[in-house]
């Protein structure tokens, strides 16, 4: 049996030289015969192509299967599940149609299916901003074996797809804080200064531990030397405060710094209540948009995921006096408030300067703002022009003005965090974990 590549070769040269035996024809008459049948023979060839391809009502199917839900910024796995009914192997052409947000418009992929194989196929998919993804219908071009004739199969598949926080990024923080190997991934340890009075257990004494938590009433009973063990202090309240503000907006790797410092809110969210602490979630622009009390209960981690999947800013600038009066009426415990925003000049910071220190008087603030990464690259690059001086000069006006902003909170007794998008969520959690440490909280 000819292969179904040799059979194409032999169509198109038949049909190749039909075309020229038509034309040299033209001027021999006595080949217009021969041009005639080879066109007979070619013209068979497109039918008998058509029965095959045609024979079957249903010849293919196609389905898709998605994770339901999508996490932003990461690479998101796609499936299409092919069968091929015909009892002859077949070429396909696959376009499924894509969600709007993704522009791509030249999406195509190719396969080759045995006589009733069936196969999957996967791909991936980033996307770069929250909200709901629409797939629509998936396409399949059959090939007939020749190759001659195509079938199209619109298989309906639409589907709508919720793109979350990164909550891949947030699952992987906690299976390693679970396993207490968080430093793989940059979290750093921090030397204990004394001990916690948040008693765990009574243990037997090893070489190492601390003579002065010895239990001598233990030591008494059991005939050998027992000491105290002490853990962190838990259930301590930790509120994520992230500002909705036009300064939000910008983008860096694809993603704004809202997103990022969303992203950075699940993942702390998470550790807090693997250290058994109460995690609770402020947004606010202009006025406050959504507040969500601390608490460790099983459903908090959805709460808090289903509350920053629909959060967007909306450009206007955000008032932190009203951020102050909602702090002071809502939270009456002292907490750990770590608030995401951005500053870009010195004058910003002390325009906002006195609600940060009205909210510092009552509870522990910790000022996450972003490091300006295109600010490193103008500062390395060689200058070649007087304009490319002014414009590096500026540049490094405003890398010392992000410093200055660190010793103005430093100044009035706020910790802050100068940090790079992409490191945002390592320095938070190693932030978060030695304040917890040294007991500041």
């Known amino acids: 049996m000819i292969k179904s590549f040799?059979?194409?070769?032999?169509?198109?040269?038949?049909?190749?030289?039909?075309?020229?035996?038509?034309?040299?024809?033209?001027?021999?008459p006595s080949l217009f015969r021969i041009?005639?049948?080879?066109?007979?023979?070619?013209?068979?060839?497109?039918?008998?192509d058509a029965l095959l391809i045609y024979s079957k009502g249903s010849g293919f199917s196609a389905t898709r299967s998605t994770a339901g839900r999508f996490s932003i910024g990461d690479e998101n796995r796609i499936e299409l599940h092919l069968h091929n009914k015909y009892l002859f192997p077949v070429r396909i052409s696959i376009i499924d149609e894509l969600p709007i947000q993704f522009q791509d418009r030249n999406w195509l992929r190719k396969a080759k299916l045995a006589s009733n194989e069936k196969k999957e196929l996967e791909y991936f998919l980033r996307p770069a901003s929250r909200g709901e993804y629409i797939f629509d219908n998936i396409n399949i071009y059959v090939h007939a074996p020749l190759q001659l004739v195509k079938r199209r199969y619109t298989f309906a598949a639409r589907e709508v797809v919720k793109v979350y926080p990164s909550y891949i990024q947030m699952r992987r923080y906690q299976l390693l804080a679970v396993s207490n190997r968080l430093q793989e991934v940059g979290v750093k340890r921090v030397r204990?200064?004394?001990?916690?009075?948040?008693?765990?257990?009574?243990?037997?004494y090893v070489r190492g531990d601390?003579?002065?938590?010895?239990?001598?009433?233990?030591?008494?009973?059991?005939?050998?030397?027992?000491?105290?063990?002490?853990?962190?202090?838990?259930?301590?309240?930790?509120?994520?405060?992230v500002n909705k503000g036009r300064v939000m907006k910008m983008p860096f790797a694809g993603l704004?710094?809202?997103?990022?410092?969303?992203?950075?809110?699940?993942?702390?969210?998470?550790v807090a209540l693997v250290k058994q602490d109460k995690a609770g979630l402020i947004t606010f622009a202009e006025n406050l948009d959504t507040f969500v009390l601390a608490d460790k209960k099983p459903t908090q981690m959805s709460i808090i995921l289903e509350t920053l999947y629909k959060q967007q800013t909306r450009f206007l600038?955000?008032?932190?006096?009203?951020?102050?009066?909602?702090?002071?009426n809502r939270i009456t415990n002292r907490s750990l408030l770590i608030l995401f925003t951005n500053f870009e000049s010195l004058e910003s910071l002390q325009r906002e300067m006195p609600a940060l220190k009205k909210i510092a008087h009552y509870h522990l603030l910790l000022v996450v703002f972003f490091e300006n990464t295109e600010l490193k690259s103008v500062i390395g690059s060689k200058v070649s022009r007087m304009e490319d001086i002014y414009i590096k000069t500026i540049?490094?006006?405003?890398?010392?003005?992000?410093?200055?902003?660190?010793?103005?909170l430093h100044k009035n007794g706020i910790p802050s965090i100068l940090t790079t998008p992409e490191n945002l969520t390592v320095n938070t959690v190693n932030k978060y974990l030695e304040l917890k440490t040294r007991m500041s909280i």
């Open 317 to 328: 600038e955000s008032d932190f006096e009203k951020l102050f009066s909602v702090i002071r």
């Open 35 to 48: 041009a005639s049948l080879m066109l007979l023979l070619l013209g068979i060839a497109v039918v008998i």
């Open 256 to 270: 704004t710094l809202l997103d990022h410092a969303i992203n950075a809110s699940l993942v702390l969210s998470n």
């Open 395 to 408: 540049a490094e006006k405003f890398a010392f003005e992000k410093r200055l902003m660190v010793k103005e």
């Open 6 to 28: 040799y059979l194409n070769r032999i169509v198109y040269i038949i049909t190749g030289a039909a075309a020229a035996v038509f034309m040299v024809s033209y001027f021999f």
């Open 192 to 204: 204990r200064l004394g001990h916690s009075m948040e008693f765990e257990q009574i243990k037997e």
């Open 210 to 241: 601390d003579y002065r938590t010895i239990n001598w009433k233990a030591t008494a009973r059991k005939d050998a030397l027992m000491v105290n063990n002490y853990t962190d202090e838990r259930s301590q309240q930790i509120y994520c405060l």
